[in-house]
């Protein structure tokens, strides 16, 4: 079982700055990938950022250039740091993890979100 905690959410200013934190505890071994998923109301739930286990990312197009993501390994935490935020960005903030191991294959799991508004 893993569990994954997020954090840093809230309220701030176009053009202004935030950072998400996702820390996961349990049954950590095997992680391959980490990310950050977004849904707005009425829109299915997309990708932002992802950074695997060797260190290679992955941003969606909207995002690039603004976020960058990173990952601490010995602490089991992932960051997405959002610059130059713009309203569009508003949404609730999913981490996610992917536990790969070799006999039981792939398993998602899926942080309980955390809003981030962007707004005057």
């Known amino acids: 079982q893993v569990q994954l905690v997020e954090s840093g959410g809230g309220l701030v200013q176009p053009g202004g700055s935030l950072r998400l934190s996702c820390a996961a505890s349990?049954?950590?071994?095997?992680?391959?990938?980490m990310g950050w998923y977004r849904q707005a109301p009425g829109n299915e739930r997309e990708l932002v950022a992802t950074i695997t286990s060797g260190g290679s990312t992955n941003f969606a197009d909207s995002v690039k250039g603004r976020f960058t993501i990173s990952r601490d390994n010995a602490q089991n935490t992932v960051y997405l740091q959002m610059n130059s935020l713009k309203p569009e960005d508003t949404a609730v903030y999913y981490c996610?993890?992917?536990?790969?191991?070799?006999?039981?294959?792939?398993?998602?799991?899926w942080g309980q979100g955390t809003q981030v508004t962007v707004s005057s």
């Open positions: 349990g049954s950590i071994f095997g992680i391959y990938l």
């Open positions: 996610n993890l992917v536990r790969r191991l070799l006999l039981t294959g792939t398993t998602d799991y």
